[in-house]
């Protein structure tokens, strides 16, 4: 099928053209992040009013970089949640609109959903995996049997590991959203310069918690006279990422080993991190097991991602009413 798929459930607007659930024709991000960056965070009700300026942009986008008309469109595939409902109704009834118009069928997936099949669009990944998706919302743990056949293993007690990266950013006065800024400092830095506590490494269970990681950090902060700059600034984040990556590498491949699932895939913002490339590479090649990372455009938030899914609920003849609303939580 050529599916038009739209993602708005957070501070992206993006629409994106998928054949056949596999191949990404086109697939457009719209990023609100300069404008959240003023207030430190993501501010609801601006991102709900920025989806509804870019959505009709966005997909027509979309559209025309696939080389396709939308009278060849043949469903449609939304985020239904979780996320924030005011940003999700925009994309929710958008995709409406048009199914309604056109007379196409529609289905509502999971971000996560979203997230956890994203590398199928790059190579053919056989089921079954572990899927550990850590993103600015999520640090989850997932065996998956196939579409739509998931099973939680763990999951954040409290912060996900994305927003741990961007309350430290902002602790540490790097603005918002922090990931990058503190990869490309933790690159120059030394991880063993701070001994920054391994939250819940040892317990013989699969959650995680990244709370204290933050808090631990807060308090180094605090015991210095000024916050950190230069070769310090470095050290901390590189000290930082080394704690948060050891326990997501830790517990993944503790996972993958209890499940006996030998390929791993990584997805979510938080995988576009190099210190967490490079660990899990290493920890997943001395084990004998594979892992996959999607390319950095599928790691973030975005449209392409939801069609995996989408294409195969579809195809089952899995279809969503026009009452189709957002689930603002929603465990998958
Ligand atoms: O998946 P995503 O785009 O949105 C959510 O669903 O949350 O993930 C965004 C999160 C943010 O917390 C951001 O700081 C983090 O991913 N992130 C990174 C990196 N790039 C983005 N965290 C660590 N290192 C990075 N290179
Ligand atoms: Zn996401």
Same mark, same amino acid.
Request: hydrophobic share 50%.
């Given at each position: ?156 007690? #409290?912060? !996900? &590991?994305?927003? *741990? ?5 902002? =602790? ?5 959203? +922090?990931? /990058? ?119 973030? #938030?975005? !449209? &392409?991602?939801? *069609? ?5 609920? =579809? ?5 969503? +009413?026009? /009452? ?9």
């Amino acid at each position: 099928m050529l599916l038009l798929a739209i993602e708005s459930s957070c501070d992206e607007t993006a629409a994106a053209v998928v054949r056949d659930g596999r191949h990404a024709l086109s697939n457009v991000i719209a990023s609100q992040v300069d404008v959240h960056a003023r207030y430190g965070g993501v501010v609801p009700e601006i991102a709900s009013r920025k989806h509804l300026e870019a959505i009709s942009v966005v997909v027509e986008e979309a559209l025309e970089r696939a080389s396709v008309t939308l009278a060849e469109i043949e469903g449609l595939v939304v985020t239904r949640g979780p996320g924030l409902v005011g940003a999700l109704l925009v994309g929710l009834s958008f995709a409406k609109a048009v199914a309604m118009a056109r007379n196409l069928p529609l289905v509502g997936v999971h971000h996560i959903e979203g997230h956890i099949l994203a590398p199928q669009l790059e190579q053919a990944v056989p089921f079954p995996y572990l899927a550990l998706a850590v993103s600015g919302g999520h640090t989850h743990l997932y065996r998956v049997d196939g579409v739509g056949r998931y099973r939680i293993l763990g999951r954040t007690l #409290d912060d !996900a &590991a994305g927003e *741990a990266f961007d309350k430290v950013a902002k =602790l540490l006065g790097l603005g918002y959203p +922090g990931g /990058a800024v503190i990869d490309r400092l933790a690159a120059e830095g030394n991880p063993k310069a701070i001994d920054f506590p391994r939250p819940m490494l040892h317990k013989h269970q699969l959650d995680f918690s990244f709370s204290g990681i933050k808090t631990a950090v807060l308090n180094h902060v605090r015991a210095q006279s000024e916050l950190p700059a230069g070769q310090d600034l470095r050290d901390l984040a590189a000290s930082f990422q080394a704690a948060v990556v050891e326990v997501l590498v830790k517990k993944t491949l503790r996972a993958a080993e209890e499940q006996n699932l030998e390929r791993i895939v990584v997805a979510g913002g938080v995988a576009c991190n190099s210190g967490l490339r490079q660990a899990m590479g290493a920890a997943c090649a001395a084990k004998g097991k594979t892992v996959v990372f999607p390319s950095p455009l599928l790691c973030a #938030d975005n !449209a &392409a991602m939801l *069609a995996v899914a989408g294409d195969s609920y =579809l195809s089952a003849g899995e279809r969503d +009413g026009f /009452a189709l609303n957002a689930l603002a939580s929603w465990p998958l």
